[in-house]
Nanobody, 126 residues
Framework: QVQLAESGGGLVQAGDSLRLSCAASESTFSDYASAWFRQAPGKERELVAAISRGGSRTNYTASANGRFTISKISARGMVYLQMNSLQPEDTAVYYC???????????????????WGQGTQVTVSS
């Protein structure tokens, strides 16, 4: 059982940056692919960015591409999401997720993820 804990959310202005962190409880975290999802009020949870278990492959949604960067340090059990040029439409609760995956596989379907954090709120004011 992997436990995930997000941190780093907050209230920022449009154009600012934030870095979200996700800490995993298991030392076998290197066996898991990871991702960041977000859910805005009244909307479904959506993928923001995903990364393979070794960190060599990534996938971004169109809204995140070019502004956000996902990274992973498996040995430390950490996943990060660097978010630049934040906009009000980025306001949401951001969730970290982990799921077992083959090497180099990037999981984009939320149903592929077995473990989820509690989420961290990101609010961007205009």
């Amino acid at each position: 059982q992997v436990q995930l804990a997000e941190s780093g959310g907050g209230l920022v202005q449009a154009g600012d940056s934030l870095r979200l962190s996700c800490a995993a409880s298991e030392s076998t975290f290197s066996d898991y692919a990871s991702a960041w999802f977000r859910q805005a009020p009244g909307k479904e949870r959506e993928l923001v960015a995903a990364i393979s278990r070794g960190g060599s492959r990534t996938n971004y949604t169109a809204s995140a591409n070019g502004r956000f960067t996902i990274s992973k340090i498996s040995a430390r059990g950490m996943v990060y999401l660097q978010m630049n040029s934040l906009q009000p439409e980025d306001t949401a609760v951001y969730y970290c997720a982990a799921g077992w995956a083959a090497p180099f596989a990037v999981l984009i379907d939320p149903r592929a993820y077995d473990f989820w954090g509690q989420g961290t709120q990101v609010t961007v004011s205009s």
